[in-house]
């Protein structure tokens, strides 16, 4: 995939995928909540940060308890803009957040309703992010609590 960095609003892409998973959030009963300003600009490939940006929601509806909120969270940090998608579903430990990125030690995982996981979204997205100059940052609080995913863009990747 050719790297074409362009300024963009978040905002965009946000909107666009949260439109695409109406259906399945729905099917679920999940509550999606975003929190993006809408001046929140960032310099990347907005089709692999689109990638990113669906792989992680895709994620998260998988593993969702149903009757439960996903937050997509966009912000302003010092050092650039964080993006971060929030489920409370199942969770992770920190041996299965230890393998993220390993292809060899990838996980194979099943959703809340039977789907399947195979652990390449996120290895794809790492890959992606890296290309971005960005950063991912998993965090769960351990079985069953939920995850929280982050992708770190940096401000002084500029034209």
């Not at 010092?78 to 199942?90: A, N, P």
């Not at 990838?106 to 039977?114: A, C, I, K, P, V």
Request: proline fraction near 3%.
């Amino acid at each position: 995939i050719p790297y074409q960095p362009v300024q963009f609003h978040l905002i965009e892409l946000v909107r666009k995928n949260a439109s695409f998973f109406t259906l399945s959030l729905s099917n679920k009963s999940l509550q999606l909540v975003v929190d993006c300003p809408e001046e929140i600009e960032i310099y990347a490939d907005r089709d692999m940060v689109d990638v990113i940006l669906r792989n992680l929601l895709s994620n998260a509806i998988k593993f969702s308890h149903p009757n439960t909120m996903i937050d997509i969270t966009v912000s302003q940090q010092q050092y650039g803009v964080s993006l971060q998608v929030r489920d409370r579903g199942l969770g992770m430990t920190s041996e299965q957040i230890a393998k993220i990125g390993r292809i060899e030690q990838r996980m194979l995982n099943t959703g809340t309703r039977g789907e399947k996981g195979s652990g390449l979204g996120l290895i794809l997205c790492m890959s992606l992010a890296r290309t971005n100059g960005a950063r991912i940052e998993v965090e769960s609080e351990g079985q069953g609590k939920g995850t929280s995913i982050t992708v770190l863009f940096e401000t002084s990747r500029r034209k």
